[in-house]
């Protein structure tokens, strides 16, 4: 019995010893990984946690007389920064504590957050335009993913699950088809490694991804959102899908952000054009970042709420782009599919946000990055001239004659119009229109005008008025 009792009490000491030498390991949060990519020249936050006032330090190969270190707090956690070199590598990170964390072929380059609602979550397993070509070529091992699961929560995380893995075909194919085109674009042009952190999920209004007191601040938006349908496929509740998957990685060193959402606030598509600055401030204060935001204008489609939902929201785009800093707009009407919400070209959507951040960005010369952005009018006896952004080199018509082109005067009754291309400009009329004031291009769902660029990049549906829409 008494040896019995011996072997037991060794067995529980032994338990106890290992449980808190467990505890007292210097730990990472998921984002810290093998493989992964840091941000290339910058500071960049390393945390975790360990034993409280346990010293931590970090070593990195690129550099490894300088050591970096910190005590724990007495909450265990720990943070300290490092400094990165120019793009290259593979490198080692070592964190060492009680115990050393090894990671492995650590890249340093660009990092880019991609985030939205299902056009953004779409891959090649949802299917895309030449998708198994595209899962055949995918061998790219400096370009590397980390995919943020779905997950909600009631207040902001610490951590979340996942891993950085490299581009293959096998990794490629059930990634964000939007999110792998961009980075490839990148990878290509700039010749450095490209880590691209996914978090996005279909059916997500903006409000999701934001904190909740910047939705309830504005009673408009508290309204709209409160008024918001629930649904079994994704989350209504402002705030919960940032807890959940954004807020664990706002100490990660970023590039900037793509985005690509827009559908599901169609029935608040005026209160849009407060929401989305909102939510793009909101992500910069968060990283403490003047973070770059490049978004996709959402396409054309059968909404079947309204006529001008889709449009208003295109118009909400259009209107937090030209008053935001360091944002730009892809516009898609030529690549859309009025009959399908989820288009199937989605490498000339990563293709075109991939120019405006290599031009805007990365100062690359040359790179046409944005068709024709309305700008101006002036009416002309009985005729509107309408001046463009983007529009340096003139415009151009694909097809006969410019289409979705509408004119109204004092009764505010919008009639076809003609509309001829001089230079840059397109000069507007109707007979029907004698004193015009309005103009609009494209301003309903389903409109896919034909008006470019001579870069051959579409021009953004407008409207000249502010007038309500009934």
């Given at each position: ?13 032994g ?29 960049v936050k390393?945390?975790?946690w360990?034993?409280p ?6 070593v990195?190969?690129?550099a490894e007389?300088?050591?970096?270190s ?8 720990w943070?300290?920064?490092?400094h990165?070199?120019?793009a ?13 964390i ?17 056009n953004?979550?779409?891959?090649v397993?949802n ?9 055949a ?15 909600t929560?009631e207040?902001?995380?610490?951590n ?11 990794s ?7 999110a ?5 674009k990148?990878h290509?042009?700039l010749?450095?490694?490209v880590g691209?952190?996914?978090a996005s ?8 991804w ?15 959102a409160?008024?918001r349908?629930?649904s079994?496929?994704?989350p ?10 954004i807020?664990?990685?706002?100490d ?8 690509y959402q827009?559908?599901s ?17 909101n ?17 054309p ?5 309204d006529n ?25 009407s ?5 009959e ?20 805007n ?6 790179v ?11 009416v002309?006896?009985n005729?509107?001239?309408v001046?463009?952004d ?16 509408e ?13 001829k291309i ?6 507007v ?8 004031l309005?103009?609009?291009?494209g301003f ?25 829409i009934?």
């Amino acid at each position: 019995m008494k040896t019995f009792t011996h072997l037991f009490l060794t067995f529980v000491l032994g338990i106890c010893f290992f449980l808190q030498a467990s505890l007292a390991d210097v730990r990472l949060p998921s984002i810290f990984s093998s493989h992964m990519v840091l941000q290339q020249k910058s500071e960049v936050k390393i945390w975790g946690w360990a034993n409280p006032r346990e010293n931590v330090k970090v070593v990195a190969s690129w550099a490894e007389k300088d050591t970096v270190s910190v005590e724990t707090s007495g909450y265990a956690k720990w943070t300290l920064n490092i400094h990165t070199p120019q793009a290259g590598g593979p490198y080692i990170l070592y964190i060492m504590g009680q115990n050393t964390i090894t990671l492995e072929d650590v890249m340093v380059g660009e990092v880019w957050v991609a985030s939205g609602q299902s056009n953004m979550q779409w891959s090649v397993n949802n299917k895309i335009d030449q998708g198994e070509e595209e899962v055949a070529n995918a061998n790219w091992p400096d370009i590397r993913f980390f995919h943020v699961p779905k997950s909600t929560a009631e207040t902001p995380q610490e951590n979340i699950e996942g891993t950085w893995v490299r581009c293959t075909p096998e990794s490629m194919r059930s990634f964000s088809a939007v999110a792998y085109f961009y980075g490839r674009k990148l990878h290509q042009e700039l010749k450095v490694p490209v880590g691209l952190v996914h978090a996005s999920w279909g059916g997500t209004p903006a409000e999701v991804w934001m904190e909740a007191e910047e939705v309830n601040e504005d009673p408009d938006l508290r309204l709209a959102a409160e008024t918001r349908k629930e649904s079994k496929g994704w989350p209504a509740l402002p705030g919960v899908a940032y807890h959940a998957m954004i807020a664990p990685i706002t100490d990660f060193r970023i590039a900037g952000v793509i985005w690509y959402q827009g559908e599901s606030n169609t029935h608040d598509a005026i209160g849009y054009r407060k929401l989305f600055p909102k939510l793009i401030q909101n992500w910069r204060e968060l990283w403490s970042l003047d973070l770059p935001f490049y978004f996709v204008q959402i396409a054309p489609f059968k909404y079947g709420d309204d006529n001008v939902n889709g449009a208003l929201v295109r118009e909400s785009q259009l209107l937090s782009f030209r008053n935001t800093k360091k944002t730009g707009i892809v516009v898609v009407s030529d690549i859309g599919n009025t009959e399908n919400i989820h288009p199937t070209n989605k490498q000339d959507v990563g293709a075109r946000l991939g120019n405006w951040a290599l031009a805007n960005t990365y100062g690359k010369q040359g790179v046409s990055y944005s068709g024709p952005l309305y700008r101006e009018m002036k009416v002309e006896k009985n005729k509107i001239r309408v001046s463009f952004d983007f529009a340096e080199n003139g415009l151009l018509v694909k097809g006969k004659t410019l289409t979705h082109f509408e004119i109204a005067g004092e009764d505010r009754k919008f009639y076809p119009a003609r509309a001829k291309i001089e230079g840059s400009t397109i000069v507007v009329s109707a007979k029907a229109v004698k004193n015009p004031l309005a103009v609009r291009m494209g301003f309903y769902n389903t409109a896919e005008p034909n008006l470019f660029n001579q870069e051959g990049l579409p021009a953004s549906s407008f409207r000249t008025d502010d007038w309500e829409i009934k």
